[in-house]
């Protein structure tokens, strides 16, 4: 079936700098996507989401863009700290009578280096 | 307020043994989710209950899986005859989810990670 997935599995970044993660997703029937941060050991854990009826969305240090004409979501973290090393995920809800169950991506290991 | 909780957070089973896994939804949350995490991969979606009613159970890989809500509260997830391709983190989600079509927010209980010998 059709599938979330990720550009690059690990992202290397330095204290202070600003980070981008990608995604690509394949189902244009998706209306909602979202972002979750994952440490090892614990639960993803919600970041930020957005509708397909938008482009754009900001979240403390966090934004995420939704391009649907290339069917690609990112994920921009402001001044990167060494809190923000984990994985993240994109997922996305197919929308209709889904019942909410959501289509996760691979992951990318992002590690933030002080 | 508590999150979601999962119990036992570490579970070793022998091949063939039977499992349940455990989880307490945040108070109040309509909907929830089981999925399942393999090593360095994403959550796949198993199965979805909207308060006491399995309305999904499209991702169960097997018969051998087995999820229940009797009470529209806590919900178990069971597998029996565990194999080894069994092992993996079992993660348990809620939200308010009101309708069918609902998306709120899914948290996370920190997950039961499985492992058969």
């Known amino acids: 079936g059709e599938s979330v997935g990720l550009h690059l599995p690990t992202l290397s970044v330095q204290e202070g700098d600003n980070s981008i993660i990608n995604c690509a997703y394949s189902n244009s029937a998706s209306d909602y996507f979202i972002w979750y941060k994952q440490e090892s050991g614990k639960g993803p854990q919600f970041i930020i989401d957005i509708r397909s009826n938008m482009d754009k969305r900001q979240g403390q240090r966090v934004t995420v863009l939704l391009n649907k004409t290339v069917k690609h979501l990112s994920l921009q973290i402001a001044a990167t700290q060494p809190g923000d090393s984990a994985v993240y995920f994109c997922a996305e809800n197919w929308g209709g009578t889904s019942y909410g169950k959501l289509t996760f991506g691979q992951g990318t290991i992002l590690t933030v280096h002080p | 307020g508590a999150g979601v909780s999962q119990s036992p957070r570490y579970k070793v089973a022998k091949r063939g043994q039977d499992v349940a896994l455990r989880c307490d939804p945040i108070s109040g949350h309509v909907s929830l989710f089981w999925y399942q995490q393999a090593l360095g991969q994403g959550p796949e979606f198993l199965t979805y209950?909207?308060?006491?009613?399995?309305?999904?159970k499209s991702g169960l890989p097997s018969d051998r899986f087995f999820a229940e809500r009797p009470e529209g509260s806590v919900s178990t997830l069971k597998i029996q005859r565990t194999q080894q391709e069994d092992s993996a983190v079992y993660l348990c989600?809620?939200?308010?989810?009101?309708?069918?079509?609902?998306?709120?927010?899914?948290?996370f209980g920190p997950g039961t990670r499985l492992t058969v010998l």
């Open positions: 989600a809620s939200s308010l989810g009101q309708t069918s079509f609902s998306t709120d927010t899914q948290y």
């Open positions: 209950f909207q308060n006491e009613a399995q309305l999904d």
